[in-house]
């Protein structure tokens, strides 16, 4: 609903922008794609490698568990019907419990992995940040926009953020 709102109220500024000749014709906006410039660059790119390598090697060390645990499975299929009802509640016990732990080993993996992308990511985009908005200014652009989700660097003179807080601050208090 954000995304729909920032897209309309953009649309009108640009409209708004085009009535007025001298405005428009000082109005640059650049496009570029985040996601394509973070695994284009070399420091993604080698960011990607560390991640995919630590990938690999979490999903090798679940292998043998998993091979382990449907390995118990096929026994207890196999063999539950001469065991006794004792020997075939441990055996599924056992291997709930099995499961258990693989699933929470692989949920911590998730998180590791959560973790290291964010940790490879943060200086790439704080630099980008920085790269794109002296890119901006250099080159006179009022706007650059992120292809994909919205807005990466935009001229202060065209900020409206204080005063729409202030518009709805005046409008909360009314209600």
Known sequence: MIRKF????????LVLM??????AADLKLGVMNVQKIIVECKAGK????RFDVKM???????KEEEADLKNLQEEIKKKSSAWSEEKKAEK?????????ELQAKTEDARFEMKQLQDKEL???????????EKYGKDQGYMMILDSKNGVIYFDKAVDITETIVKL???AMSAQ
Do not use: C, W, Y
């Open 6 to 13: 920032i897209q309309i109220a953009m649309i009108a500024t």
């Open 18 to 23: 085009g009535a007025h000749g001298s405005m």
């Open 46 to 49: 080698a960011a990607k490698e």
């Open 56 to 62: 690999k090697g979490l999903q090798s060390s679940f």
């Open 92 to 100: 599924v016990r056992e291997f709930q419990k099995n499961g258990r």
């Open 122 to 132: 943060e200086p790439i985009l704080k630099s980008l940040e920085q790269v794109v």
């Open 168 to 170: 709805l601050d005046k």
